[in-house]
């Protein structure tokens, strides 16, 4: 029913009387010409309209020319019907009293539309669909409409690549003069890319040229890869990207002489053939400079330029050539310079002229800065960190600078830039910052239970622009079997509307370290510090910045009470070098950092560099003395092709002010000293490089013989700590398509290399004694250090006695020539061994992706230890996960 048009109905015309058939045939005579008949003409007596329901009859008149009293004719009632045909409100039209002049006008509306379905779609959402289509409920039911609505859907699935659907309209008539508009949708399979074939390549292969093409052809490997379908658009971009490549290569003439995609005759794949010419290779020739700007000094900006003579064409250096001129003459506050590249091509010597031809312009200056987009951010937050205010003449380097500062600010979208427009005068510049607001708190929370650590509760919450003043507010929870901590802490960027930042912080950390001996986890010290941190900062320079603080903290530093025998920290149990961490003591420290700072977003930079070099004193006070320096760098830079490269190199080391505390003892505390692992260095675990205590037992093995235990769960490992170390790492960030970054995907791949060392030796725990060959436990002594040894009685008890042979009488001496049974600790004999105190580096090598997960920021790390030292703990995989609001 929808897919034939209505045919226009025909005004009737005269009947005609049928000739007189002759007799007998006459000779044939001259024919005279036949006379011109003049078109019948009547007059209208009356109009009528029959059959309408919705549409009122003077309307449907007056969709016509058609009126009482006015002449008409055939073809006057032919253009009527047409007239109203053409209205799109009728589904068919007829006139009558066309011989007597009472003109009667038939109609049949068309109906009206119920409700639009669509069957069939899963690729494509209805809402999408709806979206596109014209016809809607309570509208008036055309065909053409129905057909155009086709076309739209058919499109639709053509930008997906589904170029085998089909749609089948049908209409459900309902009471009322009303429809119900059904397309049944088959969307058929994906149209694939299933071969791409270049003819009139030499210099490069097919290969070569697919890489530079988004299209890709469709194979196994690339199942999940959206851009094997076919697409016009990108297909165009295809042949662009063509160019440029060939243009980069030296290739000038490079064309494109004809593109075709073929559909297959399944309708399931395509096959694009392009036809290129390469042309012949040119090289750079004479490169000049020509400008109008007084200021300007040809020739110097002429060998600036990254483009020499001789060298190959390359089409991507003068578009930089072009953008460094204009950016030389924005240094000298030439806000709209025109610089135009004029090519001089020589075909005989194959050379590519060029005269950078920069046309006069005068300096400006900044005639008022607009902030557009921050409804959560005060104005003056955005405007502090534009480096020119009214008046200024312009310069664009510092309007690169402060479009850096405030991305770095990392309250607003990425890709933030400041626009340039002229003007009220030809001198005056208008700088714009549209920028867009984006979350800038972050809210992480973890709950879990696990048999090490029973019920887990972590939370933070961290605001970076409270209020919309800059401001910065956090807070955070940590709870576990073995770690606390609450801590709170604010930081205002601009006191009193000055340049000069002030915070501060509270805390208390109740903090269990641990080792694990097979798979029990086990408490070796607890460190519980209660303090506060002030802090100040004021710039030096615009990249240069100091920055003081002032902490106390108090610490308390004891061991579980399994390490305790009769009230004692006993070295057997934890360690010498664990026995000489505890005690109370404060802490007192004033430091300050030196930083320089040119990255261009402090967030997610993509270029320049970050240098920290600090210093804490402790000793203001306190029982605590050392200095604690540290050196940090970092560098970016975009390496082209949305690539990141990155390099960051960090130290330290920390002397102690006070005096020797013993043989065997470090002057800097457990507690002080720096730790290297995760999450820092990724592909070792917690604590997991340098130097450590590992105490391994001794057993007998299945012929007698005493053997140590090498079974890893077995052997207990305690971390110390190190007074130095040492961190490199050279990361790769990997660009993925749009609608990877869409997700918020950002890999990278790394090498990172570290280590910790320098710390004092500790003494062995206990020397164990030997019996026929063996180490046996330690001998029980007095007070005195007498050895002791055991007599059993008949009634099955021992008498403790310092006599090795005998029995003492009452005044102590030995009486007797029976040997008594020599009396030992208990102790099992262990091997205590000191490890990883060495500046060998230690290498990793890894991929990690960050993630901007529906649950908030994720990074997985996935890192591979190639070099290590011996007691280092490794680790495959780590992960962690966050939120933002």
Request: proline share 4%; with cysteine.
């Amino acid at each position: 029913m929808l897919s034939g048009l209505p045919i226009a109905a025909n005004a009737q015309a005269a009947p005609q009387t049928p000739a007189p058939q002759a007799a007998a045939p006459q000779p044939a005579a001259p024919q005279a010409p036949a006379p011109v008949v003049a078109p019948v003409t009547r007059t209208i007596k009356s109009l009528r309209v029959e059959g309408s329901q919705r549409i009122e009859p003077d309307t449907v008149l007056s969709y016509t020319k058609l009126r009482v009293g006015q002449p008409y004719t055939n073809e006057t009632l032919d253009q009527g019907l047409r007239d109203l045909l053409a209205s799109d409100f009728f589904a068919d039209v007829s006139i009558a009293g066309v011989e007597s002049g009472d003109i009667v006008i038939r109609i049949r509306e068309n109906p009206v539309i119920n409700r639009i379905v669509l069957e069939g779609n899963k690729r494509l959402k209805s809402d999408k669909i709806t979206k596109e289509i014209k016809l809607a409920p309570r509208q008036i039911f055309t065909r053409t409409a129905v057909r155009q609505d086709i076309a739209r859907i058919v499109e639709l699935y053509r930008r997906q690549g589904r170029f085998g659907a089909s749609i089948e309209p049908k209409m459900v008539m309902l009471d009322q003069n009303r429809v119900d508009v059904v397309f049944e949708i088959s969307e058929g399979p994906k149209s694939k890319v299933r071969q791409i074939n270049i003819i009139g390549n030499e210099v490069f292969d097919d290969d070569k040229l697919r890489e530079q093409m988004a299209t890709k052809q469709a194979r196994l490997f690339r199942l999940l890869s959206s851009n094997t379908s076919y697409d016009q658009d990108r297909m165009a971009y295809d042949q662009q990207k063509m160019r440029q490549f060939y243009l980069t290569e030296g290739y000038a003439d490079f064309k494109v002489t004809s593109a075709v995609a073929e559909l297959t005759p399944d309708k399931s794949d395509f096959i694009i053939t392009y036809v290129v010419e390469e042309g012949p290779r040119y090289k750079f020739g004479d490169v000049s400079v020509d400008s109008s700007i007084r200021d300007f000094n040809n020739d110097a900006l002429a060998k600036s330029l990254a483009i020499k003579k001789g060298d190959w064409y390359n089409a991507k250096l003068v578009e930089n050539s072009v953008d460094s001129l204009s950016e030389a003459a924005g240094l000298y506050g030439y806000a709209f310079t025109e610089v135009n590249p004029e090519f001089q091509r020589d075909r005989e010597n194959l050379t590519m002229s060029l005269n950078f031809n920069i046309a006069e312009a005068k300096r400006s200056y900044v005639e008022r800065v607009d902030i557009n987009g921050n409804t959560n951010t005060q104005d003056k937050v955005v405007r502090r960190e534009i480096r020119l205010s009214e008046g200024d003449a312009f310069n664009s380097f510092q309007v690169k600078r402060s479009q850096d500062r405030i991305n770095s600010l990392g309250f607003f979208q990425d890709k933030f830039e400041i626009k340039q427009t002229p003007g009220s005068a030809p001198d005056r510049v208008v700088l714009t910052a549209d920028v867009e607001e984006k979350s800038t708190g972050e809210l992480q929370l973890s709950a879990g239970f696990s048999s090490l650590e029973s019920f887990i509760v972590q939370a933070s919450i961290r605001q970076r622009n409270f209020r919309g003043k800059g401001q910065e507010l956090r807070a955070s929870v940590n709870y576990s079997s073995y770690s606390k901590s609450v801590e709170l802490g604010f930081t205002e960027p601009y006191l009193f509307d000055k340049n000069i930042a002030i915070g501060g912080d509270i805390f208390r950390r109740d903090y269990n370290s641990f080792n694990y001996v097979g798979d029990q986890r086990q408490t070796t010290y607890t460190q519980v510090s209660t303090g506060f941190q002030i802090r100040a900062g004021i710039p030096l320079t615009e990249y240069w910045s100091l920055s003081a603080r002032y902490g106390l903290s108090f610490d308390k530093v004891g061991l579980d009470s399994q390490y305790f025998t009769n009230g004692t920290c006993d070295p057997v149990k934890a360690g010498r070098y664990l026995c000489d961490a505890i005690g109370n003591r404060a802490t007192s420290s004033v430091g300050y950092s030196l930083i320089f700072d040119s990255l261009n977003s402090r967030l997610r930079p993509s270029a320049g560099q970050r240098l920290v070099f600090s210093q804490d004193f402790a000793g203001l006070g306190g029982d605590v003395r050392y200095v604690r320096t540290r050196f940090d760098a970092d560098k970016y830079w975009g390496i082209g092709g949305g690539f990141i490269l990155s390099a960051s190199l960090e130290g330290g080391y920390i002397h102690s002010l006070e005096g020797s505390k013993g043989p065997g003892i470090d002057k800097v505390r457990i507690t002080d000293r720096f730790y290297l692992g995760e999450p820092e260095f990724r592909g070792f675990d917690i604590r997991g490089v340098g130097p450590r205590v590992q105490r391994t037992n001794y057993i007998i093995d299945a012929s007698g013989n005493q053997v140590l235990d090498t079974n890893k769960d077995n052997i207990i490992d305690d971390a110390l700590g190190g007074r130095a170390y040492y961190s490199g790492r050279l990361e790769l960030e990997i660009p993925l398509s749009a609608g990877a970054r869409e997700l918020g995907l950002r890999p990278s791949i790394y090498l990172q290399t570290g280590a910790l060392f320098g710390i004092t030796k500790p003494l062995d725990t206990i020397t164990f004694p030997t019996e026929n060959g063996k180490l046996v436990s330690p001998y029980l002594t007095n007070d005195a250090g007498q050895r002791l040894y055991g007599i059993t009685q008949a009634d099955g008890g021992t008498i403790v006695t310092t006599c090795a042979v005998g029995i003492p009488d009452a005044s102590g001496v030995c009486n007797g020539g029976t040997a008594n049974t020599v009396l030992h600790t208990g102790v099992q004999p262990f091997r205590e061994e000191f490890v990883g105190n060495s500046a060998k580096p230690r290498l990793s090598v890894g991929a990690g992706v960050n993630w901007t997960s529906p649950f908030g920021p994720l990074r997985i790390d996935v890192a591979y230890a190639l070099l290590k030292d011996k007691g280092d703990d490794t680790k495959l995989i780590t992960f962690n996960v966050g939120t933002a609001f």
